[in-house]
């Protein structure tokens, strides 16, 4: 399993929005081949920003194979569909964290 972590900062004025958006963007996300699940985050930062909202979501998928393929077939697409709705109003980053050890909670 991997983790494909999209970091998102979004203006305020479109914010709900975005928010609205996104859960329909991970949704269809969530029906590609290899995705296994997807956590929405709002980032609490220390020093808030009043003109923007900053979002992570993590997808989980199964193997590095399942997101190369996401990349080449399916990202572009994906990817244009925000692109066109919400130009010039968010800025997004990515990042792919692979697990090196998973621990659990011993009562």
């Known amino acids: 399993?991997?983790?494909?972590?999209?970091?998102i900062k979004v203006?305020?004025?479109v914010a709900d929005d975005y928010r609205a958006w996104l859960g329909d963007?991970?949704?269809?996300?969530?029906t590609l081949p290899g995705f296994l699940s997807a956590e929405v985050m709002?980032?609490?930062p220390e020093?808030?920003?009043?003109?923007?909202?900053?979002?992570?979501?993590?997808?989980?998928?199964?193997?590095?194979?399942?997101?190369a393929c996401y990349l080449?077939?399916?990202a572009p697409r994906?990817?244009?569909?925000?692109?066109?709705r919400f130009e010039g109003q968010f800025e997004i980053?990515?990042?792919?964290l692979a697990p090196l050890v998973e621990m659990l909670r011993v009562d």
């Open 47 to 67: 020093q808030p920003t009043p003109e923007q909202q900053e979002l992570v979501v993590a997808y989980r998928l199964e193997s590095h194979h399942s997101l």
């Open 11 to 13: 203006r305020e004025a």
């Open 93 to 96: 980053s990515r990042r792919v």
């Open 25 to 30: 963007h991970v949704r269809e996300l969530l």
């Open 78 to 84: 994906m990817r244009a569909k925000a692109a066109e």
């Open 72 to 74: 080449a077939e399916h």
């Open 1 to 7: 399993m991997i983790v494909y972590e999209v970091n």
């Open 42 to 44: 709002v980032l609490e």
